[in-house]
């Protein structure tokens, strides 16, 4: 079965720093572009950051650029996103999302993890 | 950015009802246009992609249709299950997606 899990969310405080993990399974993990993209309470969907396959390229959306790292271990089947400086803006539920294809970046994603929540409030 | 704008933010039909969301796009986008589907508390789930092709496994009362600007999700016949949250994401400026703000199915 293919499966994202994401963990390492929590409470921080304003200008704090975080870094959420995903663990893939069940497909071949180092094939595949990858993406985080989060959702603030009761709000929609924002993407956030993607990265190559082999890392060789890294995309980041202005509201995180400069403070946020994407990054991945193939050998470990494992995404992470290194979030720094947090505002309370940041405030979401962080999603991991497989592109749907390896040759090609799609930027349509599935499957999904089940997110895990950041929550930055003093 | 390429602004997605859906409508109806809210919609309320019954079980069997054909039910038709919009989805309008700032600039044309193409066909790069997807839709996904997201119950309470779960992740999001891709329905359509390429703006009418249909995501394996997903049931064939959901069609999508449109080019350019202009985008329609269908359900053919509402069942239980399909009450949620469907929002319709451009990936014209890939790996710069965006989303639309949402729609949300309820039960009349």
């Known amino acids: 079965e293919v499966q994202l899990v994401e963990s390492g969310g929590g409470l921080v405080k304003p200008g704090g720093s975080l870094r959420l993990s995903c663990a893939a399974s069940?497909?071949?993990?180092?094939?595949?572009?990858m993406n985080w993209v989060r959702q603030a309470p009761e709000k929609g969907l924002e993407w956030v950051s993607s990265?190559?396959?082999?890392?060789?390229?890294?995309y980041y959306a202005d509201s995180v650029k400069g403070r946020f790292t994407i990054s991945r271990d193939n050998a470990k089947s494992s995404l992470y996103l290194q979030m720094n400086s947090l505002r309370a803006e940041d405030t979401a539920v962080y999603f991991c999302?497989?592109?749907?294809?390896?040759?090609?970046?799609?930027?349509?994603?599935?499957?999904w993890g089940q997110g895990t929540l950041v929550t930055v409030s003093s | 950015d390429i602004q997605m704008t859906q409508s109806p933010s809210s919609l309320s039909a019954s079980v069997g009802d054909r039910v038709t969301i919009t989805c309008r796009a700032s600039q044309s986008i193409s066909s790069y246009l997807n839709w996904y589907q997201q119950k309470p508390g779960k992740a999001p789930k891709l329905l359509i992609y390429?703006?009418?092709s249909l995501q394996s496994g997903v049931p064939s009362r959901f069609s999508g249709s449109g080019s350019g600007t202009d985008f329609t999700l269908t359900i053919s016949s509402l069942q239980p299950e399909d009450f949620a949250t469907y929002f319709c994401?451009?990936?014209?400026?890939?790996?710069?997606?965006?989303f639309g703000q949402g729609t949300r199915l309820e039960i009349k």
């Open positions: 999302a497989r592109d749907v294809m390896t040759t090609v970046i799609t930027g349509y994603f599935d499957p």
């Open positions: 990265i190559s396959s082999s890392s060789s390229y890294m």
């Open positions: 994401q451009q990936s014209y400026t890939t790996p710069r997606i965006t």
């Open positions: 069940g497909f071949t993990f180092s094939s595949y572009t």
């Open positions: 390429a703006a009418s």
